[in-house]
């Protein structure tokens, strides 16, 4: 029974392991002279890593045997799989072009998200919760690699496996380097662990197919994953422009009322001095 327990705690990690040999993958496949249909297929690759990534935390809360080794496995094989190999891609599909930029850019991309690793790692040491919670400290890696994949797969797919325009690579420089920002960025993105079956959530859903249905039917099938990803990245911004105005509002509401209980200091501090009732050495209040 004890080495049964023992080899549960494998499971998890065999997954996490399968997450590596994807992304290991994939860089073999972008190696060298890469044709389009190598690229697609090193795509395809690391959204199966996505997959597995997905699955081993959850394996190691059902069977109850999360451990420190998990968390710092799952975090170098995210630096493999969503940070080396999908600037290894992207690099060859689309920045290759730019010279020392393009290959700045795809640096970038993984420096960012080995940065961001690093960070949530700390912050996830520090809450005595872990590293659970509503939100995320920038965007997680798994959703900026997923996101460059879907691009590359749902162009492979409605293209016919054609290259990238010369047109789209500036474009696509832009957006690599958009989302190596947004992962050491202080935007907060849902995690959706506290997500619970309501109306609410029910709505969304329904938003969500109606979209895909709308996308795959007017445009393309492919486009979906895509929709997808650029909603959550959407959703993120929203929401911590939402959360910063409120907090702008509430500072200009709240300083008022700081240069009101200065003025009434002010004005009891004169009333004492003129009774002969000030006290020495008093400086004012202190947020002055």
Excluded at 60 to 79: H, N, P
């Amino acid at each position: 029974m004890m080495k049964l327990r023992k080899l549960m705690f494998v499971l998890p990690n065999l997954f996490t392991v399968t997450s590596i040999f994807c992304g290991f993958y994939a860089i073999t496949l972008c190696t060298g002279d890469a044709e389009p249909v190598q690229l697609y297929q090193a795509a395809l690759a690391i959204f199966f890593a996505m997959f597995f990534d997905g699955f081993d935390g959850r394996v190691a809360r059902l069977t109850k045997t999360q451990s420190d080794f998990g968390v710092q496995l799952d975090s170098l094989a995210d630096v493999i799989s969503f940070g080396a190999a999908p600037s290894l891609l992207v690099y060859k599909w689309a920045l290759e072009p730019l010279g020392f930029v393009g290959l700045f850019i795809a640096f970038s991309f993984a420096a960012c998200g080995a940065l961001r690793l690093a960070r949530f790692n700390v912050l996830a040491a520090r809450n005595p919760h872990g590293g659970g919670g509503s939100f995320f400290v920038g965007l997680p890696i798994p959703v900026a690699a997923g996101m460059l994949v879907s691009v590359i797969i749902s162009h492979h797919a409605a293209t016919q496996g054609e290259p990238l325009a010369d047109g789209a690579v500036v474009p696509m420089a832009v957006a690599v380097a958009g989302l190596s920002l947004l992962m050491v960025s202080t935007v907060r993105y849902r995690t959706f662990k506290d997500t619970r079956p309501n109306r609410k959530s029910a709505l969304a859903f329904m938003l969500v197919v109606v979209g895909g249905t709308v996308i795959a039917t007017q445009l393309h099938p492919a486009w979906v994953l895509v929709a997808c990803c650029g909603a959550y990245l959407s959703l993120g911004l929203v929401e911590s422009a939402v959360l910063v105005r409120g907090r702008l509002v509430a500072r200009k509401v709240a300083d008022p009322c700081a240069v009101a209980a200065v003025a009434v200091a002010t004005v009891i501090d004169d009333e004492e001095e003129e009774d002969g009732e000030s006290t020495q050495g008093n400086d004012g209040p202190a947020y002055l």
